[in-house]
C-alpha cells in the first residue's frame, strides 16, 4: 500500500527543511531512513518514498551500498521569501518588530490548531521536553537560557503542525526578533509574576496540544500571544522612558551653574 500522496509531500518538505536547518551541504550524507523515521514519528516505507520524491527531483543522489547524499544544498524557503525583505525593514524602523509579534498571533494560532489535530507521539515526547526546558532554565537563573527554550518550545509545536510553510515562516520570524526583542525576552524571566503567567500559558497550551483539543489550543495561543506582546512592548516603553529620563539635565548641576555664570 503506498503512502497517501498529501503525507509524502508533507515529508519531502521536512527533509528539505532538515537539510537546510543542518546545513548539510552537497556530498553529505543524510541521515539513515531508521533515524529519519524516528525523528518525524512515521514509518519507514512513508520516509522511504519521500526520498525517492527528492531524488527524482535532483535535490538527493542515492548510493549503492553507501547510503543517501545531498546533492545540491537547500536553501531556507523562509530566508528568501519572508527573513530578507523584513529584515532590511526591522533594521531601518525597529518599531516594525511589532507588526511581527502581531503577525504571530495570526500564524501561532494556526501551528496550534493543527499541532492539536497531528501531533505524532515523537512530537509530543518533544513537546514535553520544550516546556520542561523552560521551567528548568527559569531555574537556573540564566534569562537567555530561558529565553532561548521559550523558542525552542513555539518551533516544536510548528513542527508539530507538520505545515511546512508555517514552521518555515515561524523560524523566519524569530531570525528577525532574535536581536530586536531578545533583552526584552530575557527579561520577562526575571520578573516573577511574568514567568508565572508564561509558564501556566505554556502549560495550557501544550495540555490542549496533547489533548488533540485544535479550538482550547488555538485559543491558549491567542491568550499567551497576547500576553507577551503587551509585556514587551511595557517593558520596551518601560526602557525607552527611563533612557529619557538618564539624558535630562541633573538639577544640582543646573544650580551650581546659576549661581557661578
Same mark, same amino acid.
Given at each position: %500500500?503506498?503512502?497517501?500522496? @498529501? !503525507?509524502?509531500?508533507? !515529508?519531502?518538505?521536512?527533509?528539505?527543511?532538515?537539510?537546510?536547518?543542518?546545513?548539510?551541504?552537497?556530498?553529505?550524507?543524510?541521515?539513515?531512513?531508521?533515524?529519519?523515521?524516528?525523528?518525524?514519528?512515521?514509518?519507514?516505507?512513508?520516509?522511504?518514498?519521500?526520498?525517492?520524491?527528492?531524488?527524482?527531483?535532483?535535490?538527493?543522489?542515492?548510493?549503492?551500498?553507501?547510503?543517501?547524499?545531498?546533492?545540491?544544498?537547500?536553501?531556507?524557503?523562509?530566508?528568501?521569501?519572508? +527573513?530578507?525583505?523584513l529584515?532590511?525593514? +526591522?533594521?531601518?524602523?525597529?518599531?516594525?518588530?511589532?507588526?511581527? !509579534?502581531?503577525?504571530?498571533?495570526?500564524?501561532?494560532?494556526?501551528?496550534?490548531?493543527y499541532?492539536? %489535530?497531528?501531533?505524532?507521539?515523537?512530537?509530543?515526547?518533544k !513537546?514535553?521536553?520544550?516546556?520542561?526546558?523552560?521551567?528548568?532554565?527559569?531555574?537556573?537563573?540564566?534569562?537567555?537560557?530561558?529565553? #532561548?527554550?521559550?523558542? @525552542?518550545?513555539?518551533?516544536?509545536?510548528?513542527?508539530?503542525?507538520?505545515?511546512? +510553510?508555517?514552521? #518555515?515562516? %515561524?523560524?523566519?520570524?524569530?531570525?528577525?526578533?532574535?536581536?530586536?526583542?531578545?533583552?526584552?525576552? #530575557?527579561?520577562?524571566?526575571?520578573?516573577?509574576?511574568?514567568?508565572?503567567?508564561?509558564?501556566?500559558?505554556?502549560?495550557?497550551?501544550?495540555?490542549?496540544?496533547?489533548?488533540?483539543?485544535?479550538?482550547r489550543?488555538?485559543?491558549?495561543?491567542?491568550?499567551?500571544?497576547g500576553?507577551?506582546?503587551?509585556?514587551?512592548?511595557?517593558?520596551?516603553?518601560?526602557?525607552?522612558?527611563?533612557a529619557?529620563?538618564?539624558?535630562?539635565?541633573?538639577?544640582?548641576?543646573?544650580?551650581?551653574?546659576?549661581?557661578?555664570?
Amino acid at each position: %500500500m503506498t503512502t497517501q500522496p @498529501r !503525507l509524502a509531500d508533507h !515529508l519531502v518538505e521536512r527533509v528539505k527543511a532538515l537539510i537546510s536547518e543542518r546545513k548539510l551541504e552537497a556530498g553529505k550524507r543524510l541521515p539513515a531512513e531508521r533515524q529519519l523515521a524516528a525523528e518525524m514519528g512515521v514509518s519507514r516505507s512513508s520516509i522511504r518514498e519521500a526520498i525517492q520524491k527528492l531524488i527524482s527531483e535532483g535535490i538527493l543522489i542515492s548510493r549503492r551500498g553507501g547510503g543517501t547524499f545531498v546533492r545540491y544544498e537547500v536553501q531556507a524557503w523562509s530566508e528568501q521569501r519572508i +527573513v530578507q525583505p523584513l529584515k532590511t525593514l +526591522v533594521e531601518n524602523d525597529p518599531n516594525y518588530r511589532f507588526d511581527i !509579534l502581531e503577525a504571530r498571533h495570526a500564524i501561532e494560532a494556526s501551528t496550534a490548531w493543527y499541532a492539536a %489535530m497531528r501531533a505524532t507521539p515523537a512530537d509530543k515526547e518533544k !513537546l514535553i521536553a520544550c516546556f520542561d526546558a523552560t521551567v528548568k532554565f527559569k531555574e537556573s537563573d540564566d534569562p537567555d537560557l530561558a529565553a #532561548q527554550a521559550d523558542v @525552542r518550545f513555539h518551533l516544536a509545536i510548528a513542527e508539530a503542525s507538520h505545515n511546512i +510553510v508555517l514552521l #518555515q515562516t %515561524m523560524r523566519g520570524f524569530f531570525d528577525l526578533l532574535q536581536s530586536s526583542v531578545m533583552h526584552s525576552r #530575557q527579561r520577562m524571566y526575571t520578573v516573577p509574576a511574568i514567568f508565572a503567567g508564561l509558564t501556566e500559558q505554556h502549560s495550557e497550551l501544550l495540555q490542549a496540544i496533547l489533548a488533540g483539543d485544535p479550538e482550547r489550543a488555538r485559543t491558549a495561543a491567542k491568550t499567551h500571544l497576547g500576553f507577551v506582546h503587551t509585556t514587551i512592548k511595557n517593558l520596551h516603553e518601560d526602557e525607552a522612558r527611563q533612557a529619557r529620563i538618564s539624558r535630562l539635565p541633573d538639577e544640582d548641576t543646573d544650580v551650581i551653574r546659576d549661581e557661578n555664570p
